[in-house]
């Protein structure tokens, strides 16, 4: 019998669209107790997390120590936050960050500003709720940096990775956080211009490959495809000097490709609109340009991608926070959105089951949430394969799914089918992926008829793209 797993299905789409002015709920406040609440710089720290089932969490810190506040209705409302760490002694953790995997584990790390009890000023502590974060774990302790560093994290299904904005650490778990991290040395393998990073990031595609993207100011992409235990480095291209400061990063896995984003802030000879598109598969390196911003504000900048080509560029300006959204991967932006005039740090993310932009924003010691709608096209699955794991070579299903959203459709727009190799890869230019098409000319629900190929091999890791 052979299997096809129903873990994910994510959707490919390229298409055009027209300006959609989408509507922004009105402001709901997020953070219900303490004072002094903080979500750190905005290219410091993720704040948003949403699961598969479009629950919103929100990370922050204040006077009542970290805390993580939940949202079941798409950020209507939020339930009463959860404490995560307590602010005792007056320590103070200034820039937790917040994750969450596919099996709704939810996961928050940050940095130990003074010492305290059993932990030390610079100790990088990680909790993790396996309840839906109804409720924490008691911090364990990563490794040990110094107190004025900032982190980022990743997490896909069994793995986590963090790492510092020096980049020369990478700490990682495979066992869903459980147990202890081990550490990789950037540093023991690689030549890092003056020895450390100045910022950087870190993510895990869809099949598992993790990447760190870091500046000293000059960009290094890393990448692994065993779980953190090794890296090599993706040598960018064109060969030439690329400098950025205070930098923020997204990825996006697209019909044309892996990309990372980039762009940063003022130092130096940056004005403050410089930026990239890396396509991590090849290294071909891409200038594209960013809002311009000044000195007072060279880390309010924060990006988010998504596989349909949007990509959002959030700022702090004379304007207060702001953004700009582009349907083509930055060569062009579409719309502009001021969020709050006198907010001082946002986060940006989006929920997958209604394509809704989340901003998440701090003003004068409160955390705040705005829901964008219609900004975003939405592909959805509505009825997945009963038994996935059951399903054998030949068998047939309906797989129905909908399209929403501000979409102008070209001439005969073809929507495509895809099954993944054995090993959960796809290979958009191999024609036996491809197992169904349809043109489509208008948003609203529709069905392929799936038959699972004879020819393929026993597995549990099948995947399906439209």
Same mark, same amino acid.
């Given at each position: 019998?052979?299997?096809?797993?129903?873990?994910?299905?994510?959707?490919?789409?390229?298409?055009?669209?027209?300006?959609?002015?989408?509507?922004?709920?009105?402001?709901?406040?997020?953070?219900?107790?303490?004072?002094?609440?903080?979500?750190?710089?905005?290219?410091?720290?993720? /704040? @948003?997390?949403? /699961?598969?089932?479009?629950?919103?969490?929100?990370?922050?810190?204040?006077?009542?120590?970290?805390?993580?506040?939940?949202?079941?209705?798409?950020?209507?409302?939020?339930?009463?936050?959860?404490?995560?760490? $307590?602010?005792?002694?007056?320590?103070?953790?200034?820039?937790?960050?917040?994750?969450?995997?596919?099996?709704?584990?939810?996961?928050?790390?940050?940095?130990?500003?003074?010492?305290?009890?059993?932990?030390?000023?610079?100790?990088?502590?990680?909790?993790?709720?396996?309840?839906?974060?109804?409720?924490?774990?008691?911090?364990?302790?990563?490794?040990?940096?110094?107190?004025?560093?900032?982190?980022?994290?990743?997490?896909?299904?069994?793995?986590?990775?963090?790492?510092?904005?020096?980049?020369?650490?990478?700490?990682?778990?495979?066992?869903?956080?459980?147990?202890?991290?081990?550490?990789?040395?950037?540093?023991?393998?690689?030549?890092?211009?003056?020895? +450390?990073?100045? $910022?950087?990031?870190?993510?895990?595609? @869809?099949?598992?490959?993790?990447?760190?993207?870091?500046?000293?100011?000059?960009?290094?992409?890393?990448?692994?495809?065993?779980?953190?235990?090794?890296?090599?480095?993706?040598?960018?291209?064109?060969?030439? /000097?690329?400098?950025?400061?205070?930098?923020?990063?997204? +990825? @996006?896995?697209?019909?044309?490709?892996?990309?990372?984003?980039?762009?940063?802030?003022?130092?130096?000879?940056?004005?403050?609109?410089?930026?990239?598109?890396?396509?991590?598969?090849?290294?071909?390196?891409?200038?594209? !340009?960013?809002?311009?911003?000044?000195?007072?504000?060279?880390?309010?900048?924060?990006?988010?991608?998504?596989?349909?080509?949007? +990509?959002?560029?959030?700022?702090?300006?004379?304007?207060?926070?702001?953004? /700009?959204?582009?349907?083509?991967?930055?060569?062009?932006?579409?719309?502009?959105?001021?969020?709050?005039?006198?907010?001082? $740090?946002?986060?940006?993310?989006?929920?997958?089951?209604?394509?809704?932009?989340?901003?998440?924003?701090?003003?004068?010691?409160?955390?705040?949430?705005?829901?964008?709608?219609?900004?975003?096209?939405?592909?959805?699955?509505?009825?997945?394969?009963? !038994?996935?794991?059951?399903?054998?070579?030949?068998?047939?299903?309906?797989? !129905?799914?909908?399209?929403?959203?501000?979409?102008?459709?070209?001439?005969?727009?073809?929507?495509?089918?895809?099954?993944?190799?054995?090993?959960?890869?796809?290979? +958009? @230019?191999?024609?036996?992926?491809?197992?169904?098409?349809? *043109?489509?000319?208008?948003?609203?629900?529709?069905?392929?008829?799936?038959? *699972?190929?004879?020819?393929?091999?026993?597995?549990?890791?099948?995947?399906?793209? *439209?």
């Amino acid at each position: 019998m052979k299997s096809l797993s129903h873990k994910i299905f994510s959707v490919l789409l390229y298409v055009i669209l027209f300006n959609s002015y989408g509507i922004a709920q009105v402001e709901v406040q997020i953070s219900d107790v303490g004072s002094n609440n903080s979500i750190g710089k905005a290219n410091s720290s993720r /704040n @948003t997390a949403v /699961n598969s089932n479009g629950d919103i969490y929100v990370v922050f810190s204040g006077s009542e120590g970290i805390r993580v506040a939940k949202s079941t209705d798409n950020g209507g409302s939020f339930n009463s936050s959860v404490q995560v760490v $307590s602010n005792a002694a007056g320590i103070s953790f200034p820039k937790p960050e917040i994750a969450v995997n596919e099996f709704g584990d939810v996961f928050v790390v940050w940095i130990t500003t003074n010492n305290s009890g059993t932990f030390s000023a610079g100790d990088i502590l990680f909790s993790k709720s396996n309840n839906g974060g109804n409720s924490f774990s008691a911090p364990v302790s990563v490794a040990r940096t110094v107190a004025s560093a900032t982190l980022h994290m990743a997490a896909r299904e069994n793995t986590v990775v963090i790492r510092d904005n020096f980049g020369r650490f990478i700490y990682y778990n495979n066992t869903r956080g459980d147990g202890s991290f081990s550490t990789y040395d950037i540093a023991a393998n690689f030549v890092i211009p003056g020895g +450390l990073f100045t $910022s950087s990031d870190v993510f895990i595609d @869809t099949s598992g490959i993790i990447y760190l993207i870091a500046d000293a100011p000059e960009l290094r992409l890393y990448r692994s495809t065993d779980n953190a235990q090794t890296f090599s480095e993706i040598n960018l291209l064109p060969i030439g /000097n690329r400098e950025i400061f205070f930098s923020s990063y997204a +990825l @996006t896995e697209s019909p044309s490709g892996k990309f990372i984003f980039v762009s940063g802030g003022p130092n130096g000879s940056n004005i403050g609109d410089e930026g990239y598109r890396i396509n991590i598969e090849t290294g071909i390196t891409t200038p594209i !340009n960013f809002q311009l911003i000044t000195t007072a504000n060279r880390q309010s900048r924060t990006l988010y991608a998504d596989e349909y080509g949007t +990509l959002i560029d959030g700022f702090i300006d004379a304007g207060g926070i702001q953004m /700009n959204v582009s349907y083509d991967q930055g060569i062009t932006y579409d719309e502009f959105i001021s969020i709050d005039p006198t907010a001082v $740090s946002h986060s940006i993310d989006t929920n997958p089951t209604t394509g809704d932009i989340t901003i998440v924003y701090e003003r004068a010691g409160q955390i705040y949430m705005k829901v964008y709608k219609g900004f975003i096209r939405n592909i959805r699955v509505t009825s997945p394969i009963a !038994n996935p794991l059951l399903t054998c070579q030949g068998d047939t299903f309906n797989l !129905n799914y909908t399209v929403s959203g501000p979409f102008v459709f070209p001439s005969n727009p073809e929507f495509a089918l895809y099954l993944s190799d054995a090993n959960g890869n796809f290979d +958009l @230019t191999d024609p036996t992926q491809k197992i169904n098409s349809q *043109i489509i000319t208008s948003t609203g629900n529709y069905s392929f008829n799936v038959q *699972i190929p004879n020819t393929i091999l026993t597995s549990s890791n099948y995947q399906l793209k *439209i």
